[in-house]
């Protein structure tokens, strides 16, 4: 679900997976230390330091302003390790030493996976401990992290939802409505989508719309289709975005390029940023894609107002999905109270304010949001984003069975094969990965 490093204009969230998803902070090379109050270097409730690594550089962007109140609030100093390249390797390598940072950014599709290796800090002695009141955090963004045993093993600070940008000026020329302002299907449904992007579409100069480029369309359009599980099994031990509702989204998305013709086709949009810089020149009229692409659209949208819209309505639902942006304590860590003081301070109102003010991801706490501002006129619709979210369910090789299915995609997006044929030729070795420790 995370994503990858794609420009230095905007903070965002930073995993280096996946070329489809999602929007990232540019990473500095070298590690920096955010000073702070100083203090022991002891482990335990008195620490006053903690180590923190993350993919990226948090400086001047509104993680590093949040981790900078942080220290000052609570005198503990943060040493912020950042590893803007080949992050994943690193990662494992740290997480199965002696001496792991007291902080990790962990990809979301590693959380289970890592939870059945007995590498992370269970969580719930803190949050019993703390009586800490999450009737503020979106519950099934919070339970994400819980595992089948109950441990909460990992915690999300912030998540990122996606909705449709498009391209006001476009749709009044075009003498057509606009979306719905709510999260309504009235009138936007998937057929609704697909005509209007024709509508858009202009031989040569605009296409009318952009769907299959983030990767978080799986697991959205295959649950507005009908899918009872989205990309894998609730218990994790199947692949079943090969089955025929699942499937049948992933064409209709492939569709919109090779039968209609509306989508700008999958060899074009390989390069960084394509997607976007289609988007901000008016040569993309809509398209579907996070939160955080928020601020790169504010400052490079020069000639026409954007706005968002939900998702189309598919046959069954309307929901969509968020990037959760989570990290986790290693049980090896030395100050684990330290870095849970932390965790508690990103996920609170005053830290979540950072992150919304500087559209960099949606808060946890929900009061939080009251800060987010325009434009879009309509941002408001990523708060309601919250009450219609899907999630793939997690497995213990996530990324392993990413790496099989994925590429195999491309003969579908590139116009080749069905994807009831890809899928299903995927089928097995994705089941068979699955079964696999990630």
Not at 112 to 139: C, E
Not at 225 to 241: E, Q
Not at 323 to 329: D, G, R
Not at 372 to 394: D, G, I, R, W
Request: include cysteine; charge should be negative.
């Amino acid at each position: 679900m995370n994503a990858t490093t794609r420009f230095n204009a905007s903070p965002s969230n930073t995993s280096t997976l996946s070329r489809r998803a999602f929007v990232g902070i540019g990473g500095a090379a070298a590690a920096s230390m955010l000073a702070g109050c100083s203090g022991s270097t002891s482990g335990g409730s008195g620490s006053k330091s903690m180590t923190f690594l993350n993919d990226s550089d948090v400086q001047d962007n509104p993680f590093g302003k949040a981790v900078e109140a942080f220290q000052k609030k609570s005198g503990i100093t943060v040493e912020v390790q950042p590893v803007p390249s080949d992050y994943d390797t690193k990662f494992r390598t740290v997480l199965s030493g002696g001496k792991p940072p007291d902080l990790i950014k962990i990809n979301d599709d590693y959380v289970k996976g890592m939870s059945a290796t007995g590498a992370l800090l269970d969580l719930n002695t803190y949050i019993k401990r703390d009586k800490l009141d999450t009737s503020h955090y979106p519950q099934e963004l919070y339970d994400f992290p819980k595992q089948a045993d109950g441990k909460h093993t990992a915690w999300v600070i912030a998540h990122s939802p996606r909705l449709i940008y498009y391209n006001v000026d476009a749709f009044k020329e075009a003498g057509l409505e606009l979306p719905p302002t709510t999260w309504s299907s009235e009138g936007w449904t998937w057929d609704d989508f697909r005509s209007t992007a024709q509508k858009l579409t202009i031989k040569g100069k605009r296409f009318g719309g952009l769907i299959y480029l983030d990767t978080g369309f799986e697991q959205t359009f295959a649950i507005n289709n009908g899918s009872p599980t989205g990309i894998f099994a609730g218990d994790g031990s199947s692949f079943t975005l090969s089955e025929p509702k699942a499937a049948e989204a992933i064409q209709w998305a492939t569709d919109l390029t090779c039968k209609y013709h509306v989508q700008p086709a999958w060899g074009d949009l390989q390069s960084t940023n394509a997607d976007l810089q289609l988007f901000t020149q008016g040569k993309l009229a809509m398209m579907f894609s996070q939160f955080s692409t928020l601020p790169y659209l504010a400052e490079n949208v020069k000639d026409f107002t954007f706005d968002v819209a939900p998702p189309p309505a598919g046959p069954a639902d309307q929901k969509t999905e968020s990037s959760v942006i989570t990290y986790a304590i290693p049980t090896k860590a030395e100050n684990p109270d330290a870095a849970w003081e932390l965790l508690k301070f990103l996920t609170s109102q005053e830290g979540g304010k950072f992150f919304v003010e500087g559209n960099m991801w949606l808060s946890m706490d929900d009061r939080a949001l009251q800060y987010l501002s325009k434009p879009p006129a309509h941002v408001e619709l990523f708060a309601e984003a919250v009450k219609h979210s899907t999630l793939p369910n997690q497995t213990n090789n996530t990324l392993g069975a990413r790496q099989i299915y994925r590429p195999m995609l491309d003969d579908v997006y590139n116009c080749n094969k069905t994807a009831e044929q890809v899928l299903q030729t995927a089928k097995p070795r994705v089941d068979q990965s699955l079964k696999q420790q990630g």
